[in-house]
């Protein structure tokens, strides 16, 4: 590790891999990047705990693009990211399934089909017969809508992904180091460097807060307000007695809970009835969730589903942005060499194509030069302007 460097990225995990692998690989880019993360077997990262999908079905344009873009950039990613050995990626295209069970809520999805559309989505919005006719399995009585899209929408490998960006920034010449960041020197409208907990300082150019759950931690080191906080997800692998005879799209059942193919299995998900903020250590796992909300809800939806077995089951973080679960990115328009790449809200894996070549693009050129994401900036978390997206789970 050098004593100073162009790009220091606080954390490691998807977003600090895909910013520096974006940036190292940059050819206008002629820099020194240095990613530190805390714990390198990234046992109880975000990254590590994600369902890897995908999906086009949001109400905001912008998402829409992202999405769009990841999806291209995961189907080409041996060219997109010119590792010539790099795996082929394939996505799972079961695509998601959002059920409405009130005419407001299809009204909502109406809505955002036409938006999708106009963007060249190919999400469809369904009847419940249309439903029924597709997938005989759903039980639909209360049910009037839904909207379904099953092109380049699912499940994709996000940790052969990850492997392959961090793989693919090392060759290009960054360094990774274990080490946890403590502080950091600010002067006027910059931070000039980092502390480690080891003592150790290093001087930097731009600092990339890539913290995940701890990403308001990160921010407040350089004397900054970052409306992000760890929240509890979880996720259960089961076993069906009398398994589906056709892929499960992701279903977002109006109770809240999620359920979908996973291989020869399946997976369902949820938030807790508590949802409030964690603290960052906190992996306590609540083993009534289970059989008080998720087995009823995928049971009742999906009767096939009411002789189960849990195989599997593990609680994550979201980097749960409170003021509109959207993404946080850019420049703090104070500190402008403090780079965001925050606030995913269970939308990070997916965004993670798009979003690490936008920061690249913007330490690099001080612009956006493909998609510009300056409505994800801070300056919205300052004004209090949320960006109303209406298709979160």
């Known amino acids: 590790m050098n004593a100073a460097y162009d790009v220091v990225i606080v954390g490691g995990a998807i977003y600090g891999a895909s910013v520096a692998f974006h940036l190292a690989t940059d050819p206008d880019f002629d820099g020194t990047i240095l990613v530190v993360e805390r714990d390198p077997t990234y046992q109880f990262a975000s990254t590590s705990h994600t369902n890897s999908c995908i999906r086009q079905q949001f109400s905001e344009p912008l998402n829409v693009q992202i999405s769009q873009y990841g999806a291209e950039y995961i189907l080409n990613f041996r060219a997109r990211s010119g590792m010539e050995d790099a795996p082929a990626l394939r996505l799972h295209s079961f695509g998601y399934m959002y059920l409405a069970d009130t005419p407001a809520f299809a009204t909502a999805l109406q809505a955002s089909q036409r938006v999708q559309a106009s963007l060249g989505a190919g999400t469809r919005h369904m009847t419940r017969d249309q439903i029924a006719a597709a997938y005989p399995f759903y039980a639909l009585d209360d049910i009037i809508a839904g909207n379904h899209n099953t092109v380049n929408e699912g499940y994709f490998d996000g940790g052969t992904l990850f492997d392959w960006w961090k793989r693919g920034a090392k060759r290009a010449g960054v360094t990774f180091v274990t080490a946890e960041v403590t502080g950091m020197t600010r002067t006027g409208d910059r931070v000039t460097a980092v502390q480690l907990k080891s003592g150790t300082e290093v001087a930097c150019n731009w600092v990339v807060n890539a913290s995940g759950p701890r990403g308001a931690l990160t921010a407040a080191m350089a004397g900054l307000t970052l409306p992000v906080e760890p929240r509890k997800r979880y996720t259960f692998v089961f076993q069906a007695e009398t398994p589906l005879d056709r892929d499960l799209p992701l279903t977002i059942d109006p109770s809240g809970v999620h359920v979908r193919t996973d291989g020869t299995y399946y997976m369902a998900g949820c938030p807790p ?121």
Do not use: C
């Open 273 to 393: 009835e508590d949802d409030h903020p964690v603290d960052p250590t906190d992996f306590a796992f609540d083993h009534t969730l289970w059989e008080d909300k998720v087995w009823p809800a995928i049971a009742t939806r999906i009767p096939a589903f009411e002789r189960v077995k849990v195989i599997n089951s593990w609680v994550g973080h979201y980097a749960y942005n409170t003021l509109d679960q959207n993404a946080v990115v850019g420049p703090h328009p104070q500190v402008a060499n403090f780079i965001f790449v925050n606030g995913f809200s269970g939308h990070g894996l997916q965004q993670s194509p798009a979003l690490g070549r936008g920061m690249a693009e913007w330490i690099t050129h001080g612009a956006y030069r493909t998609l510009d994401l300056t409505a994800l900036g801070y300056a919205r978390i300052a004004a209090n302007r949320p960006i109303v997206e209406k298709a979160i789970i």
